[in-house]
């Protein structure tokens, strides 16, 4: 049996763009560094919409935006980096791991596209590569960005693209949503054997286990009361590669927060968003997309549900009666556990309470209003009780989160302004309500 994978990375910025540019071309330390011995650096199967070089990421975008006609939108992701995977096993059934004639070399390399434009849509890919100059192998890197109509003009927006696959899938998130549809359509498109796995166990190459990190960080205790210069130098004596780092950053962004929930449990709040509270109370009546309203006032709460899936922690998993069990393997510590799970409570409640403030505006009639605890992710109010009883208090009925507190006043400045509306919005939602 052979297992498929997927990351996918977001793209903003044209200088992004560059650096995995030069990191494709092996012209970054990184890249020269992943070169096997005896390879040729620079050696695999590559295509891109540029001219004369498949590995220049720019010139690709540049020409997929010609080519469509497509804008961009302000502060939103230029493209997603998908990472293809697929146990290696199966390519090494065919002949060499890094032989660009091994015929499943080629059907991989073939069939990532084929899958990112399958939800993507036709062209919405700029440039797919497959490195066979690395140790490990099986990995294809698929630049896509879907293009959709907003208003009559064709905008990329990877975010649309990647919700429509999530509805598709019947996935709770997108990452989830990414790693089934990519699984499905191996088994389709390659060969039955091939199962939804972890990138983890899949790529072959050096990443680090749980327990390494778990070195790092004792290294990273015993330096706290030495200079700064020691913490550093803790992680720099280990090897990480981009994927590590990747990790490493979601990993110490939910220990920030255990420490920040075992300060004051009781008035702990989510990370802020782009936008505040006020912000999207005196903007909200005139903004046409409640997404984007949506998206930016709870993106530092989101941000903390999403990583969670990466250690097992997943909104389904702490729903389960053990819940408190998951997430073992990188949180040890039952109490590190309980206070993540309350975390990932708090975030969740909020990013439900984020959708259902913004689209109230919407609804003159409050009767409509939308409830929190029906909206993604479900049921967030009885997982917070859950994990406020796990941790030995429930909150008492004057301590509230920030966001609660100002429900009624929010509310009166709804009914205020609903009164003063004289004719209907125009709902132009990319999403709906």
Not at 11 to 18: G, K, V
Not at 358 to 367: C, I, L, P, T
Request: with cysteine; charged share 30%; hydrophobic share 35%.
């Amino acid at each position: 049996m052979f297992k498929a994978a997927i990351r996918v990375n977001k793209i903003s910025t044209i200088a992004q763009l560059r650096g995995a540019s030069l990191h494709a071309e092996r012209h970054d330390e990184t890249g020269k560094a992943r070169v096997r011995e005896g390879a040729e650096a620079g050696f695999g199967l590559a295509w891109s919409k540029a001219e004369g070089n498949d590995r220049d990421y720019l010139a690709a975008f540049k020409a997929h935006k010609a080519e469509l006609g497509a804008g961009e939108r302000k502060n939103a992701p230029l493209c997603l980096q998908a990472i293809c995977v697929i146990s290696p096993e199966w390519v090494e059934q065919a002949g060499d791991l890094h032989d660009a004639g091994n015929p499943r070399n080629r059907q991989l390399f073939d069939q990532a596209k084929a899958w990112a434009e399958s939800w993507g849509g036709a062209g919405s890919v700029t440039a797919t590569r497959l490195d066979l100059d690395e140790k490990g192998g099986a990995v294809v890197d698929v630049l896509v960005a879907p293009v959709r109509d907003s208003r009559g003009k064709p905008v990329i927006s990877t975010n649309k693209a990647l919700r429509e696959l999530k509805e598709a899938t019947g996935e709770r998130n997108e990452y989830a949503a990414l790693q089934t549809s990519w699984a499905e359509w191996c088994q389709a498109h390659l060969d039955r054997e091939i199962v939804r796995g972890t990138r983890k166990e899949l790529t072959q190459r050096q990443h680090l286990s749980p327990e390494t990190y778990g070195a790092v960080m004792d290294k990273a205790r015993e330096a706290v009361q030495r200079p700064a210069e020691s913490l550093r130098g803790a992680l720099q004596a280990v090897d990480l590669s981009w994927e590590d780092t990747d990790l490493l950053r979601d990993y110490l962004l939910l220990r920030g927060e255990i420490s920040r929930h075992r300060e004051e449990p009781r008035g702990y709040e989510p990370p802020p968003g782009e936008i505040d509270e006020d912000w999207v109370t005196q903007v909200a009546a005139e903004t046409p997309n409640s997404w984007k309203l949506i998206s930016a006032f709870r993106k530092g709460a989101e941000r903390i549900v999403e990583a969670a899936y990466r250690f097992g922690m997943g909104w389904d998993d702490l729903q389960r009666p053990d819940g408190h069990e998951r997430g073992r393997e990188w949180f040890p510590t039952l109490a590190d556990r309980l206070h993540l799970g309350a975390v990932i409570a708090k975030c969740g409640q909020f990013c439900a309470y984020a959708e259902a403030f913004v689209k109230s505006f919407r609804v003159q009639d409050s009767e409509r209003h939308l409830q929190p605890d029906r909206l993604w992710p479900e049921r967030a109010s009885e997982l917070v009780g859950r994990y406020n009883r796990h941790l030995g208090f429930d909150l008492p009925q004057h301590v509230e989160p920030v966001h609660e507190r100002q429900r009624d006043a929010v509310q009166e400045t709804r009914e205020t302004q609903a009164e003063q509306q004289n004719s209907s919005r125009d709902v132009g939602d990319d999403y709906g309500l």
